[in-house]
Structure formats: structure tokens, C-alpha cells
């Protein structure tokens, strides 16, 4: 399928996904019309009109090279991410992690893109796929009606929703540092997160009024919604998870164990760890305390923590519907629709979690759309890789209903041999480096078109 050098090519929606996509095609030589609604449609989580604005959190994952962030880190920088190096000289203090500064980061990659001499920034709703040609659909989470009901006739069947609930970011000098302390769970690496330690007493009495608060009711398009009861596993609402059980925060966001309170010397009963949020690290994330309580309770309940009593919020938390494909019925593990070669998706769409996987998945549509402007077949990558473990899982997992699914190392195939427990990690990040290395001499890079 030979694409006209002088029709760009459409990137439909500028979030991580369709920005990395956009690049990438940009920097192959392709001309890129790249479509963004916001600020002209405003969606019910975004506060910026930035490009690849992040939502939910501002960490990209442990950077440790045996971990499955840093793992998945290095196979982006081995694919030429373009998004990966402005994240890191974007990042702020974070321990073992990456994180970034969400404002910085934004700006940072829309001054990019608005630079690029090959990348057409269009700030317009797209309310319909291209019926032919080359095109990257990368709408995220909250792809707008009118184009996921053109998606939905696309695909012959309904689509799925879940909700995805977003943290609180409390002001830094607000915090009463008599009681909350800096320290890294275990004393490893540098204290970068501030911990809120409480005994058995005020936790329990946290977890009370709780489960007592008020929520938001759902907004008319999300109540509406037939599957609005259906909550995604990996970020469900602190009030979900304590009415599964009164322990349940404590042995989950609220883990206590390896921090060791200097005003007792001993492990508080439970913890909420504040990650910070921006450079100068006046705002921190309350880490794993994504919520859908009214705005009122949130304030009220959260000030009853130690160290609170004063709090100042840069922002509470909320909860917003969020969309994807059945992708294992609709694409490739190249993200191909497996009915329109040249059609590929990217994103949170396709049912790919975490800040990293969202990247990569841009990074692979856009692969798979390089090759067919180029006339070749697209290639999946190896699925001892976690990039290609989590394309092949969204492609071909047998689940059903299909959910979700971030990259870890237990999508990856079974090591050769017997590798002890401890040293697995280790090895199945030495084994996708190698891999990726060996099919990148194969296929090589993507080549850019002879004129400009």
C-alpha cells in the first residue's frame, strides 16, 4: 500500500499514544496532520490543551533494569522512543522511579511537535475514521461520542467502558512535617516520598468514615452507560477497595511494611505515601488514593489524617468513564485492524495500560504504518520482549470478557531451563535486550523516503 508523500497522514488523537506515533512517522520522512479536539472539545479529565498531557499520575514506572518498567524503558530507547528522553529531562525526584513534572512534560512535547517541520498540529474533533489509506487512531480513554459511535459501527459490535479514578495532589507546605516523614520503604535509594503514618486507632476510624462518605453520582453519559458498574482491577477507588475488606488498604495502597516511623522507630499500622508531583516539588500525589467522593468529604475526610489537619489541595480526586476495543477480536499484535491493513490503533483504546505500554503502543502503530507506506509487510515484535508480550496479549488473549492489561514479566514466555526465583526478573531483561537487538539487525530500522 504505497502512501502519497504529499497527503499527510492522519494521527487521530494527540495524547501519549498519538504523539509518539506522530514522531516517529514525522521523523521517517512521512508528512503528519496530526488531530487534537482539546481545547475545542474539552474531555472530563483533561486540564490542559497540551500534547501528551498525563492524567492519572505523573510516574513512568521503576527505572531498575530488572523491573518491568525499566525493562520496558530500555526496549524503548533501543526502538528510538521519541517521547522517553523528553520524560527524562522532564523528570523530578522519585526514588527508584521516573517520574515527571505533568506541566513540563506537556509543554515540552506539544513545543516539539508544533516545531517539527513535517507534523501539521490540528486542533478540530475528528468525528469519523478515514475510509481508506494510512491512518494512526490513538483517541485514548475518552474518545468523543460521535467518533466512538463511528468506531463502534467500524467494529460490528459494542464497545466496553470502565471507570478510571484519579488521585488527589496535596500542597507540600501544607503537611505538618513534625508527622509526616521522608523515607524510602526499606531505607533503598533516596527518600523521596513523604509518608503518612497511622496506628491501628486512626486507621480504623479512617476506613469507617470511609466507607460512610458520599460519592459523586455518575454524569449523565456515564450513568447511562450499561456497563457502568464495571470498575477496572488496577485502578479502583480507595472506597471500593475498603469495602472488600477492613484490611484491605493497609495490605494494599496503604502498605505499611519497611518504613520505619522516627518519632516510634517502628512500622506505623498503615501508611499513605505522597510521590512528588512537579520539580520544585511543592505538590504531592497521594499515592493509590484514586476516589470518586464528593469534593467536600474528600477534603474533609483526607484532613483527618495525621499531619493533614492544615492540607491544601492542588486538585481532588475524580473518576471519568473510559473506553476501549475488544482487541483480541479487531487487531494484529501489529495493532493492524485485522480487517483494514493500514488502519492501526494505539493507546489506551486498545486496551494497553501504563504511561510506557500507551508510548509503545504509538511507537508500534506507527512501525506498522511506516512498513505499509513503505510497501513491506508490518512485523510483530518478539514476545519475549514486554513491548511485544503486551501487543500479542491485547491480540490474542482468550479472556472474556477482554480486559485490560499493562506490561509485567508474566506475560512473557517461560525462561529455558531453571533459573532461581530471585534471578528471573534479571533474566527475562537480559533475554528481551538480546532479542530485540537480534530483531532489529533483521529488520532493521524504518528508512526514510528518498525526498522529503
Given at each position: 500500500?504505497?502512501?502519497?508523500?504529499?497527503?499527510?497522514?492522519?494521527?487521530?488523537?494527540?495524547?501519549?499514544a498519538g504523539s509518539e506515533a506522530a514522531l516517529q512517522l514525522a521523523d521517517a520522512?512521512?508528512?503528519?496532520?496530526?488531530?487534537?479536539?482539546?481545547?475545542?472539545?474539552?474531555?472530563?479529565?483533561?486540564?490542559?490543551?497540551?500534547?501528551?498531557?498525563?492524567?492519572?499520575?505523573?510516574?513512568?514506572?521503576?527505572?531498575?533494569?530488572?523491573?518491568?518498567?525499566?525493562?520496558?524503558?530500555?526496549?524503548?530507547?533501543?526502538?528510538?522512543?521519541?517521547?522517553?528522553?523528553?520524560?527524562?529531562?522532564?523528570?523530578?525526584?522519585?526514588?527508584?522511579?521516573?517520574?515527571?513534572?505533568?506541566?513540563?512534560?506537556?509543554?515540552?512535547?506539544?513545543?516539539?511537535?508544533?516545531?517539527?517541520?513535517?507534523?501539521?498540529?490540528?486542533?478540530?474533533?475528528?468525528?469519523?475514521?478515514?475510509?481508506?489509506?494510512?491512518?494512526?487512531?490513538?483517541?485514548?480513554?475518552?474518545?468523543?461520542?460521535?467518533?466512538?459511535?463511528?468506531?463502534?459501527?467500524?467494529?460490528?459490535?459494542?464497545?466496553?467502558?470502565?471507570?478510571?479514578?484519579?488521585?488527589?495532589?496535596?500542597?507540600?507546605?501544607?503537611?505538618?512535617?513534625?508527622?509526616?516523614?521522608?523515607?524510602?520503604?526499606?531505607?533503598?535509594?533516596?527518600?523521596?516520598?513523604?509518608?503518612?503514618?497511622?496506628?491501628?486507632?486512626?486507621?480504623?476510624?479512617?476506613v469507617d468514615a470511609l466507607l460512610a462518605a458520599e460519592k459523586h453520582e455518575l454524569?449523565?453519559?456515564?450513568?447511562?452507560?450499561?456497563?457502568?458498574?464495571?470498575?477496572?482491577?488496577?485502578?479502583?477507588?480507595?472506597?471500593?477497595?475498603?469495602?472488600?475488606?477492613?484490611?484491605?488498604?493497609?495490605?494494599?495502597?496503604?502498605?505499611?511494611?519497611?518504613?520505619?516511623?522516627?518519632?516510634?522507630?517502628?512500622?506505623?499500622?498503615?501508611?499513605?505515601?505522597?510521590?512528588?508531583?512537579?520539580?520544585?516539588?511543592?505538590?504531592?500525589?497521594?499515592?493509590?488514593?484514586?476516589?470518586?467522593?464528593?469534593?467536600?468529604?474528600?477534603?474533609?475526610?483526607?484532613?483527618?489524617?495525621?499531619?493533614?489537619?492544615?492540607?491544601?489541595?492542588?486538585?481532588?480526586?475524580?473518576?471519568?468513564?473510559?473506553?476501549?476495543?475488544?482487541?483480541?477480536?479487531?487487531?494484529?499484535?501489529?495493532?493492524?485492524?485485522?480487517?483494514?491493513?493500514?488502519?492501526?490503533?494505539?493507546?489506551?483504546?486498545?486496551?494497553?495500560?501504563?504511561?510506557?505500554?500507551?508510548?509503545?503502543?504509538?511507537?508500534?502503530?506507527?512501525?506498522?504504518?511506516?512498513?505499509?507506506?513503505?510497501?513491506?509487510?508490518?512485523?510483530?515484535?518478539?514476545?519475549?520482549?514486554?513491548?511485544?508480550?503486551?501487543?500479542?496479549?491485547?491480540?490474542?488473549?482468550?479472556?472474556?470478557?477482554?480486559?485490560?492489561?499493562?506490561?509485567?514479566?508474566?506475560?512473557?514466555?517461560?525462561?529455558?531451563?531453571?533459573?532461581?526465583?530471585?534471578?528471573?526478573?534479571?533474566?527475562?531483561?537480559?533475554?528481551?535486550?538480546?532479542?530485540?537487538?537480534?530483531?532489529?539487525?533483521?529488520?532493521?530500522?524504518?528508512?526514510?523516503?528518498?525526498?522529503?
Open positions: 500500500m504505497a502512501g502519497s508523500m504529499s497527503r499527510p497522514i492522519p494521527v487521530i488523537g494527540a495524547g501519549l520522512g512521512f508528512p503528519v496532520r496530526l488531530y487534537e479536539m482539546r481545547p475545542v472539545q474539552p474531555t472530563a479529565a483533561h486540564q490542559t490543551h497540551h500534547c501528551a498531557e498525563l492524567v492519572c499520575s505523573n510516574s513512568l514506572g521503576s527505572k531498575l533494569p530488572d523491573r518491568a518498567g525499566g525493562c520496558l524503558q530500555a526496549e524503548l530507547r533501543a526502538l528510538d522512543c521519541k517521547l522517553l528522553p523528553v520524560a527524562e529531562a522532564c523528570s523530578v525526584p522519585a526514588g527508584q522511579a521516573l517520574a515527571v513534572d505533568r506541566d513540563q512534560f506537556g509543554a515540552h512535547v506539544t513545543a516539539v511537535i508544533e516545531a517539527h517541520p513535517r507534523v501539521e498540529l490540528v486542533r478540530e474533533e475528528v468525528q469519523a475514521i478515514p475510509r481508506e489509506g494510512v491512518c494512526v487512531v490513538a483517541t485514548g480513554p475518552l474518545t468523543s461520542e460521535a467518533l466512538a459511535a463511528d468506531i463502534q459501527s467500524l467494529a460490528g459490535q459494542d464497545q466496553l467502558a470502565f471507570f478510571d479514578a484519579i488521585a488527589p495532589v496535596v500542597h507540600g507546605d501544607s503537611l505538618d512535617r513534625s508527622i509526616v516523614f521522608a523515607a524510602s520503604r526499606w531505607g533503598k535509594g533516596t527518600a523521596d516520598y513523604l509518608n503518612v503514618p497511622l496506628n491501628e486507632e486512626e486507621y480504623e476510624r479512617f454524569k449523565d453519559f456515564e450513568a447511562a452507560d450499561p456497563r457502568a458498574k464495571q470498575f477496572f482491577e488496577r485502578c479502583l477507588p480507595i472506597e471500593i477497595l475498603a469495602a472488600r475488606g477492613r484490611d484491605t488498604l493497609r495490605y494494599g495502597p496503604m502498605r505499611p511494611v519497611g518504613l520505619d516511623d522516627p518519632r516510634t522507630g517502628r512500622w506505623p499500622h498503615a501508611v499513605l505515601q505522597l510521590r512528588t508531583e512537579n520539580t520544585e516539588g511543592t505538590l504531592w500525589n497521594m499515592v493509590g488514593f484514586q476516589t470518586n467522593l464528593r469534593y467536600g468529604e474528600q477534603e474533609q475526610l483526607f484532613r483527618s489524617l495525621p499531619g493533614l489537619a492544615e492540607a491544601e489541595f492542588a486538585r481532588l480526586g475524580s473518576m471519568h468513564r473510559n473506553t476501549f476495543l475488544d482487541a483480541p477480536k479487531l487487531l494484529t499484535p501489529q495493532l493492524e485492524w485485522r480487517e483494514r491493513p493500514g488502519l492501526s490503533f494505539a493507546g489506551q483504546i486498545t486496551g494497553m495500560e501504563g504511561y510506557l505500554g500507551n508510548i509503545g503502543s504509538g511507537l508500534v502503530a506507527a512501525r506498522s504504518a511506516i512498513a505499509r507506506l513503505q510497501q513491506r509487510e508490518p512485523q510483530p515484535l518478539p514476545r519475549t520482549t514486554l513491548l511485544g508480550a503486551l501487543t500479542h496479549h491485547v491480540a490474542e488473549s482468550p479472556a472474556e470478557p477482554f480486559q485490560p492489561m499493562k506490561a509485567e514479566f508474566g506475560l512473557l514466555p517461560p525462561l529455558p531451563g531453571r533459573v532461581r526465583k530471585k534471578e528471573r526478573k534479571a533474566a527475562y531483561a537480559a533475554r528481551s535486550a538480546a532479542d530485540l537487538a537480534a530483531h532489529l539487525r533483521h529488520n532493521g530500522a524504518p528508512a526514510a523516503p528518498a525526498h522529503p
